[in-house]
């Protein structure tokens, strides 16, 4: 079983700079994938960001070059820079890693984007 839990989220004007955090239970070097997803209201869940061992990082269009996916192995933690905020990135959004073929979620941090 692995445990992941988020913090970062919050309100932040257009233009603004946030990282959101997912400290994970367990070392993340047996971890197979580490990603963000996000969902705005009324709209599916979308895959924002991925990370895995030995690969190039992957971004939505629509964050790239605005948001980083990356990790502290010391402090078993995965984060999301996010800057250049814009109200569109106004969703919840979600840790997700797999590890030995299962997957987990944590629980969710709230970001709104607003003036």
């Known amino acids: 079983q692995v445990q992941l839990v988020e913090s970062g989220g919050g309100l932040v004007q257009p233009g603004g700079s946030l990282r959101l955090s997912c400290a994970v239970s367990?070392?993340?070097?047996?971890?197979?994938?580490m990603e963000w997803y996000r969902q705005a209201p009324g709209n599916q869940r979308e895959l924002v960001a991925t990370f895995t061992w030995g690969r190039n990082k992957n971004y939505a269009e629509s964050v790239k070059g605005r948001f980083t996916i990356t990790t502290d192995n010391a402090e078993n933690t995965v984060y999301l820079q996010m800057n250049s905020l814009k109200p569109e990135d106004t969703a919840v959004y979600y840790c997700y890693l797999v590890h030995r073929a299962t997957a987990y979620w944590g629980q969710g941090t709230q970001v709104t984007v607003s003036s």
């Open positions: 367990r070392s993340l070097f047996g971890l197979s994938v």
